[in-house]
């Protein structure tokens, strides 16, 4: 069924048999936030319309933010915008945006997922857990690698939420960052980048 058919994490949890724990795994990894970008951000928070639909927010806050942070790894992944994931008929839909590996034929080639991010409609972080996991678990078996860490974010633009799956295990991060505190969530979303970097690279030793 459609990923945005599960409506929590413990649905999730209860069809695929994971565990679940809370814990606070991010570790900040600094990364310069260019002026310009700060500077559009902050015009764009104080003069648009930002939160009156969904398209809005990812339009102009969650992919500005995910863009940015790409650039630096640009030469591993390719950031993919609302493109279709399927595993089976009970895992498949559109992600917001996946992190994938950059294949060697190019950019319009699909290759392996190694993180999703998902905007929480109408601020429900509820719901947005449970698509998120379950576009998760589709990616983990698309890859065919359980041992691979596979990394999620749910956001609603102004709070972002993290989480890992690891085989059968899935942590939420505790820590909820904000884009108030804009130099953390940087760091933050660098950290997830840096990790799906080194998780690509053990999977071609």
């Known amino acids: 069924m459609p990923f945005d058919s599960y409506q929590n994490i413990g649905t999730v949890l209860t069809e695929f048999q994971i565990t679940a724990t809370e814990d606070n795994f991010i570790r900040e990894t600094e990364i310069a936030i260019a002026d310009y ?7 764009s928070l104080r003069e648009l319309v930002v939160d009156n639909s969904e398209a809005a927010i990812c339009e102009n806050i969650i992919y500005p933010i995910l863009k940015e942070i790409y650039k630096s790894y640009k030469e591993d992944f390719v950031l993919w915008s609302h493109q279709l994931l399927s595993y089976n008929e009970n ?8 992190l ?19 905007e929480a409609k109408k601020d429900n972080f509820t719901g947005g857990w449970g698509q998120c996991l379950a576009e998760m678990v589709a990616m983990q078996k698309i890859n065919q690698e359980p ?8 956001s609603n633009g102004k709070y972002w939420e993290f989480g890992q799956l690891r085989q059968d295990f899935f942590t939420k991060n505790i820590t909820i960052y904000t884009v108030a505190q804009l130099t953390s969530l940087f760091a933050a979303i660098n950290y997830l980048f840096a990790q799906c970097k080194l998780e690509r690279n053990r999977a071609e030793a």
Request: charged residues 25%; positive net charge; without cysteine.
């Open 100 to 118: 994938a590996k950059r294949n060697t034929l190019g950019k319009f080639v699909f290759d392996k997922p190694y993180l999703v991010a998902v």
């Open 37 to 43: 970008f700060r500077a559009d951000l902050e015009f």
């Open 91 to 98: 895992l498949l839909g559109i992600p917001d945006y996946i």
């Open 147 to 154: 041992e691979r860490t596979i990394f999620g974010i749910v």
